[in-house]
C-alpha cells in the first residue's frame, strides 16, 4: 500500500495566518493526490483533485501543488470557517489510502 | 444536486454480518462516470477506504479487509449494499459512502470523491 504522511498533525494558527500543511507519498503517485477538509461530526469535503485544481466553489485561499512524492496544501488567509481537520489522499494505486490528518487549530 | 444517504443498523453483534445500504439520488449508478466508495473512520482517527463498486459490477476492495467484505449494486434502486463479515470491536465507525467520480483525459486520470453520504455510526457490541 502506498503510505501517505501528513505533517503537521496539529496545528494552532490565527485568522488571517497562512497555514501550509506536507503530505510525502512512501512511492511516486504524479499528481494522483486530492485534498479534503472535514469538520467535527461532518463528511469530509473535497477542496482540491489532482494536486492542483481547486474544486468548482471551493474558495481561492485555498491551493495545493506538488508531484511525484511531495504535496503541500495552503490556506493563504485562514478564516474561522477553516478550522478544520484536512486529509489528503492519493488514487495512483489501489488501495486508496489517506493521510493521517492535520487539524488545524485556533 | 447529487445525495447519498447510508442507511442500516446502528449496532452489530460481534461475530455477525454489518449490512449497510447506500441510496444515490439526484445522479444515476448508470451514468458510468464514476464509482461508489464506502470508506469508514473509526472515532477520533482517520479515514480508512474500503472498497468500491462500479456500475457494471467491478469491485475493488482494499486487501486489509478483503476477505470478509463484499459491496453489490442494485441500479434499478439507485442502491449499493456493502456487507461486512465477522465484525468485532475495531470495526466500530462511522461508515461513509462517496461518489468516486473518474474522468481520463488523454493519459491523465482524474479520479476524486466529490460528493459523500452523511455517515451512519456502526457500533459493534453484545
Known amino acids: 500500500d502506498i503510505q501517505m504522511t501528513q505533517s503537521p498533525s496539529s496545528l494552532s494558527a490565527s485568522v488571517g495566518d497562512r497555514v501550509t500543511i506536507t503530505c510525502q507519498a512512501s512511492e511516486g503517485i504524479r499528481t494522483y493526490l486530492n485534498w479534503y477538509q472535514q469538520h467535527p461530526g461532518k463528511a469530509p469535503k473535497l477542496l482540491i483533485y489532482?494536486?492542483?485544481n481547486l474544486e468548482t466553489g471551493v474558495p481561492s485561499r485555498f491551493s495545493g501543488s506538488g508531484s511525484g512524492t511531495v504535496f503541500t496544501f495552503t490556506v493563504t488567509s485562514l478564516q474561522p470557517e477553516d478550522f478544520a481537520t484536512y486529509f489528503c489522499?492519493?488514487?495512483?494505486?489501489?488501495?486508496?489510502?489517506f493521510g493521517g490528518g492535520t487539524k488545524v487549530e485556533i | 444536486q447529487v445525495q447519498l444517504q447510508e442507511s442500516g443498523p446502528g449496532v452489530v453483534k460481534p461475530s455477525q454480518t454489518l449490512s449497510l445500504t447506500c441510496t444515490v439520488s439526484g445522479d444515476s449508478l448508470n451514468s458510468g462516470y464514476f464509482y461508489l466508495s464506502w470508506i469508514r473512520q473509526p472515532a477520533g482517527k482517520g479515514l480508512e477506504w474500503i472498497g468500491r463498486?462500479?456500475?457494471?459490477?467491478?469491485?475493488n476492495y482494499n486487501p486489509s479487509l478483503k476477505s470478509r467484505v463484499s459491496i453489490s449494486v442494485d441500479a434499478s434502486k439507485n442502491q449499493v449494499t456493502l456487507k461486512l463479515t465477522s465484525v468485532t470491536a475495531a470495526d466500530t465507525a462511522v461508515y461513509y459512502c462517496a461518489r468516486d467520480t473518474e474522468l481520463i483525459v488523454g493519459d491523465f486520470q482524474y479520479s476524486y470523491m466529490d460528493a459523500w453520504g452523511k455517515g451512519t455510526t456502526v457500533t459493534v457490541s453484545s
Open positions: 489522499q492519493q488514487y495512483g494505486y489501489l488501495p486508496l489510502t
Open positions: 489532482a494536486a492542483s
Open positions: 463498486i462500479y456500475t457494471n459490477g467491478v469491485t
